[in-house]
């Protein structure tokens, strides 16, 4: 269905070293989480796109994290200790904040 297509794309190992293809993905799950649709089984893959350095796909991560984040507490964990490391080592103050804000 939806979700497996969604998770093939984000997974992708395809070149795409301006990471367009992880931008279009995340955005079509922003859209489908807007419209009600549930997105929840995709939390691993989301985790994973955490790392790319494009600030409109952090965004649209944080988006993802902050709407799922009650329902997947154990989950949300696993981002704030990624989010944290991910900050350290790249002393990064925008993740710092959605830290805090999370």
């Known amino acids: 269905g939806k979700i497996q297509e969604l998770r093939a794309e984000l997974n992708s190992?395809?070149?795409d070293p301006?990471?367009?293809r992880k931008k279009t993905v995340m955005k079509k799950i922003v859209a489908?989480?807007?419209m009600g649709n549930?997105?929840?089984l995709l939390f691993p893959d989301?985790?994973?796109v955490m790392n790319v350095p494009i600030?409109?796909?952090k965004k649209m991560v944080y988006l993802y994290l902050i709407n799922?984040?009650?329902?997947k507490p154990d989950m949300a964990m696993m981002a704030i200790t990624m989010f944290i490391k991910v900050s350290?080592?790249?002393k990064d103050i925008y993740h710092f904040i959605h830290i805090y804000i999370i």
């Open 55 to 57: 600030l409109e796909i």
């Open 88 to 90: 350290l080592l790249n």
């Open 13 to 15: 190992e395809k070149r």
């Open 18 to 20: 301006k990471h367009q």
């Open 32 to 34: 489908n989480m807007t």
């Open 68 to 71: 799922y984040a009650r329902s």
């Open 46 to 48: 989301i985790l994973n």
């Open 38 to 40: 549930d997105m929840s």
